[in-house]
Structures are given as C-alpha cells and as structure tokens.
C-alpha cells in the first residue's frame, strides 16, 4: 500500500487543487496504488447529475473483503483486526486477529451460502455490537449479498418495513441485547416483525445472553451450530465495481425510510482514503468509534474504513455511562486508545458529569479525537479539547451523512488549523457550493446558504433502493446539477464551512434522523387524534428534543390528558422505536396554516423554543388567532 497520507497545509492544497482539477487522474492513482483488484477499470468515472446517474471505477471487478482481510494476511496476519470490549467490564475483552477473522468470515460465509444465499440477495442483520456483526456484514460482503444492518434499538414495525422494501431472504439476529443494566429481547422483535415479512426464508440466530427465545421448526437456526459444521475454505466472490455492496435506510423528511444503495469499488476507495486522512492513521494505531454499526459511522468508521487500512477496530457492545459515567475513559485508558471518534450527544452528555471521571484515567494515549452526526456547540467542541484531547490532540469535526458514504468537510489532524464548532474544509475531490433559494450559487466568503456539491466523489449513495426517482428527486432537483446535501451552512472569512443544520424537515436528535413525517404519522393513527406536528426544540444533551402539537378528535377530549400522551409515545415507540419518542406534548385546537393548508412549522419551531419575538407577517394564515392560542398554552 503506497502511502497516500497528507502531511501538511501546502501539501493539502495541493493535493486539493490536483483533485479538482482533474479528478479522474487523481482518483485513478489512489485506487490504482493502494488496493488489489481482479481487473482494472475502463473509465474512474462517468455521471449525469441531472438524471442522478454515477458510475465509478466502471468494469473494475474487485471484492472489498480481498481489500480489508486476505491482503494483510501475509503482513499482518497476527496483528489484532478488532478489538472487542463487552457490556460488562468484567466479562473479558476479545482480540481477533486478522487471520482469526479471515476464518471466522470464510466460515460464515459458507453458513450463508448454505442457507441458500447467494450473490445479489438481501441479508437484513439485526444484532448488536457484537463481533458477529462485524463478522456478518463481511460475509455477505464476501458472498456477494447485499447487507442491510437494521440499528438494534429498531421496533418490530420498523423492521419489518426495512425487511419488505429490500425482500430481504434472511434476518440474522441474536438471543438477546445487553446495553448498560438492561437486556433487551431482540428474537422476539424480529418473531414480531417476521409475521409480515413474506420474503424471510430464514432466521440466524447468535447466542448472547442466554435468555430464552422460542425458535421456529424449519425457519429459525442457531448459528453456532451451522457454523462449527462449516469449511474454513471459501472462494470470494467475484464483484463489479458498480454491484451493491449494502443498503442502509435513513429517514427522509417525508415518506418511508430511504434504503441508501452503496457499491462496491468506489465506497472502498473513499472509505480507506478519508480513514487514513481524516484520522491520521498510522500502523500501530488503536483506533476507536463508539458509533452503533447500525449506523452510517459505524459502516465506514468502525468496519470498512479502519480494516481497508490493516487498522486495529474497536467494537464497543456497551453505554457511555454503565457500569459508571467513566466508561469511555475506562475504554481509553484499557486499550491503549490512539483515535477517539464519537457524538455530540455524548459529549454534552458526559461534560455534565463531575471531570474528575476523566482526570482519573490515563489518557495519554491519544493523538486525535473526532466528532460526528450533528453541530457541535461551542461548549462541548471545548470540554472536548480541554478534558479529553488537553490541548493536546487535534479535534476532527467531520460534516458528513449515510448518502456521502465518507467524510465529506473536516479538518485534517496536524494538518488543518481546528476551529470551534467548524468542520473546516472539504476533503480532497469534494466541492462545496452554497446556494440561494432562488437557486443561485452564493460566491465570496462570509456568506450562508444551501449546502450542495458539484462533482461526484466515489462514495456517493448510488441510488435509492428501488426508487430511483425518489433519489433523483431528493437530491438532484433542487438545485439542478448539483448534490443538495439538506443542510444548511456557513463560509466564513478564510473560507472554512461550518454547518449549521437541516434546511429541511428531518430534526437530529442524539445523533439520530428523525423525519416528521413518519412520527406525525404514527400520532395519527391514535384513534383520538384528529391531526398532528413534530417540530424540534433545543435540548442540553440530545442536540434537539420533540415537541408535538396535537389536535384531538372530539372523542379525545374529555380523556385524561397525561394517559393520551403516554398512548401517543407508545405508538411512536412501537412504529419506530423509542428514540423517536416526543419530550413534551401540547394539545391545541388548530395548527397555524398558509391558505393552501402548508402546516407553517417555522412558527410552532418559535413556540417550541420559547422565541416569541418575531413570528413575521402572520396575518398571511388562514387562521392567525391559533398563534396566540398555542402560544400561551406553551409547555
Ligand atoms: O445534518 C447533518 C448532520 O447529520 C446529517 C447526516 O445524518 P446521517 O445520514 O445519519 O449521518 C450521520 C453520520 C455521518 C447531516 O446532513 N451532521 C453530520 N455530521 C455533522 C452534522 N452536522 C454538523 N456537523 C457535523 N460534523
């Protein structure tokens, strides 16, 4: 592997501009240096922004699995691939070779095959942070099946629809979930979600937590027992460039998840290459991100990025604050930890703790710590700094989203000067643009618009799974020609972008996408709820809470107030799962609405945050007076 590091400042711009200038001959070098492939590719790239259509690497045939495991086998067989750290500190902590890995993937891969799956069928795994995730994932990938990792904190209904929108032939799942005190049942969810999946033919299942579980005659097989039977031999799978490699479903601001639909050659490329980059990663690292798998971060931040790099992976099963609020540190300190990568979320959530859970451990260790999945406010990006990196380490906020497949804007450790709550410049191939809501592109610096980019990089989503349409309408319409990323940013005065936050109507809490729609939607169903919206409001901790607007039916009315809200959470936890559950709930007799029936959000945002000073020209609405209503009802 040639070394594609970027070493300073000078040394980035310059790399920048090559990238820009001619981006097929700079893609072409890295993917031609760095990984091993069966056959070269015809072209880097071809793409049509306008109809959403991007190839990469065209005719390359390649198998990630070759790229992350069999080539280090002759350099570092020996050298641990992933580190995993249970739940419970007590229970101990494994170290999985990669040449441990390579078997363990072979022989799972043989399990699946031998359940009849084969290249191009869709694999939905529902497990938790477990080696077997890991594990699973990349024998499918090995295969040539498409996974779709379904996030364990899921509801049965949200995996079902997961299941039926890609026909998933197999689930693989496990006994039970540990998280923190708890253990959760994941067998009965996915047995719930399996009554209305037709197109399951079978259901694997990893022992975890012993807990019983019913199994089904002919359908439901333990997958300890199918794979001590197993070959360790296994011939991989010959991939095109553009053949999938997995779908991963992210909410949209209306409608049903979006199956994301990433593919083989250019996903490894982008993945390996920001990994090594944004983290600065250097061979006797111990890098860590404390993301779910279940999660974009988790595909290309905990699996595929650090392994494409012969990187030592940490898998954590476990919370932030179980046993105690020092967990992280405990982590760190255990492992020896080099790279930190985590949330927003749990930063606030552990800068409220006393620092002396920090200060006690060793964290001398670390070189770089990053964040991910929302803004960081500035209190947080410090607390950061200061009591976990002190001083010392670099901190890499990376913008970035499931449809980016890699980091998009970040600062490069030791290389981009950092500056609080900025996710500074754009990684090598990658163009940011800003535009105005009349569609044009805003020049200069000290500006602010509509987050869109101009060129394709290889490890952009290539579709929607099987709505084409929908991922041309999403992404391409907009602002024609051009990527719109849904966020909104800033530029500022030497250039650097800081993100601002959805333009749209997805809100971010804890980390997570949460569209309205889908949440609106569940209220609605509650028999005594006539109509229904969900706007954001800040919160300490999660980034953003829910704050629903609720008109009941008639028949709702005279029902006890707090029984209905817990009825309404309840929905909400059973169709999309408890993260999507509101914090607070008002009961009002109108929304206030434009002449055409547009629910104005902005202004029930205002009300949500307790901003009454400027609601604008609301004598506009159809029904002005249900502003004052709602208004002194705020809870
Ligand atoms: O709004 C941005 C926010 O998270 C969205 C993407 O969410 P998701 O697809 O779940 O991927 C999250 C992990 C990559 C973006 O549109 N976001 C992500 N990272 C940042 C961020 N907002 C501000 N700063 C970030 N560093």
Redesign the pocket.
């Given at each position: 592997m040639r070394n594609y590091l970027i070493e300073d400042l000078p040394h980035y711009f310059e790399e920048y501009k090559k990238s820009i200038k001619n981006p097929k001959k700079f893609w072409d070098k890295i993917a031609d240096q760095n990984f091993v492939w069966y056959q070269r590719w015809s072209k880097v790239v071809k793409y049509d922004m306008n109809e959403a259509k991007i190839t990469w690497f065209k005719n390359a045939k390649l198998n990630i699995t070759k790229n992350c495991i069999d080539r280090h086998l002759a350099v570092r067989g020996e050298k641990t691939a992933i580190i995993w750290e249970p739940n419970d500190p007590k229970e101990q902590a494994q170290h999985i070779s990669y040449n441990e890995l390579y078997t363990r993937v072979n022989k799972t891969a043989n399990v699946l095959r031998e359940m009849g799956i084969e290249k191009g069928d869709r694999v939905c795994i529902y497990l938790p942070m477990i080696p077997e995730l890991a594990i699973t994932m990349l024998a499918c990938a090995k295969l040539g099946a498409v996974h779709s990792v379904i996030f364990a904190g899921f509801s049965a209904s949200a995996v079902a629809s997961r299941v039926n929108d890609c026909n998933a032939k197999m689930i693989i799942t496990s006994d039970g979930s540990y998280r923190g005190n708890k253990v959760l049942d994941l067998k009965s969810i996915v047995d719930e979600a399996s009554e209305k999946t037709p197109s399951v033919e079978s259901i694997l299942v990893v022992k975890r937590t012993h807990n019983e579980i019913k199994m089904k005659e002919g359908r439901d097989h333990w997958m300890a027992d199918l794979y001590e039977k197993a070959s360790a031999d296994f011939v991989t799978v010959i991939m095109d460039a553009e053949d999938p490699l997995f779908i991963l479903y992210?909410s949209g601001s209306t409608g049903k998840p979006k199956g994301m639909l990433h593919t083989s050659a250019g996903y490894m490329v982008y993945t390996a290459y920001t990994f090594k980059n944004v983290f600065n990663y250097k061979e006797n690292d111990i890098y860590w991100c404390t993301a779910d798998i279940g999660?974009?971060?988790g595909h290309s931040y905990i699996l595929y990025g650090p392994l494409l790099n012969g990187a030592t992976t940490v898998i954590f099963e476990g919370v932030p604050t179980y046993p105690e609020p020092d967990r992280f540190w405990e982590v760190i300190e255990k492992h020896k930890i080099t790279q930190f990568y985590t949330a927003p979320t749990a930063i606030r959530s552990l800068a409220k703790e006393s620092s002396e859970w920090v200060d006690k451990h060793d964290l001398s260790t670390l070189k770089v710590i990053g964040?991910?999945?929302?803004?960081?406010n500035e209190e947080a990006w410090h607390w950061f700094n200061d009591h976990v990196g002190k001083k010392k380490c670099p901190v890499v906020?990376?913008?970035?989203?499931?449809?980016t497949g890699g980091i998009m804007i970040s600062p490069l450790p030791f290389v981009t000067p950092t500056k609080p709550t900025y996710?500074t410049l754009p990684l090598p191939g990658i163009q940011p643009v800003l535009m105005d809501d009349k569609r044009n592109e805003i020049t200069g610096n000290q500006v602010t618009g509509n987050l869109c980019i101009r060129f394709p990089w290889p490890g952009i989503a290539r579709t929607i799974w099987g709505d084409h349409q929908r991922y041309k309408e999403t992404y391409f319409s907009a602002f024609p020609g051009k990527y719109f990323?849904?966020?909104g940013a800033l530029r500022d005065e030497v250039g650097y972008y800081r993100?601002t936050?959805?333009v749209d109507d997805v809100i971010?809490v804890s980390?997570h996408?949460l569209g309205t729609a889908p949440i609106e939607d569940s209220i609605n169903e509650h028999p005594a709820v006539a109509e229904s919206a969900i706007v954001g409001y800040p919160h300490d901790i999660k980034g953003n809470a829910l704050y629903g607007f609720v008109i009941l039916k008639e028949t709702g009315e005279g029902r006890d107030k707090e029984n209905l809200k817990k009825e309404i959470n309840q929905l909400i936890s059973d169709q999309i799962g408890p993260i999507a559950k509101l914090d607070k709930i008002q009961f009002v007799s109108g929304l206030p609405k434009t002449r055409s029936g547009k629910i104005m959000r902005r202004i029930l945002r205002k009300i949500a945050e307790g901003d009454f000073s400027n609601f604008g020209d609301i004598s506009t609405l159809l029904n002005p007076e249900i502003v004052e209503e709602i208004k002194n009802e705020r809870i």
């Open positions: 992210t999660w974009i971060t964040s991910v999945g929302e803004p960081i906020d990376t913008w970035w989203q499931t449809e996710a990323t849904g966020d993100i936050g959805r971010i980390g996408n």
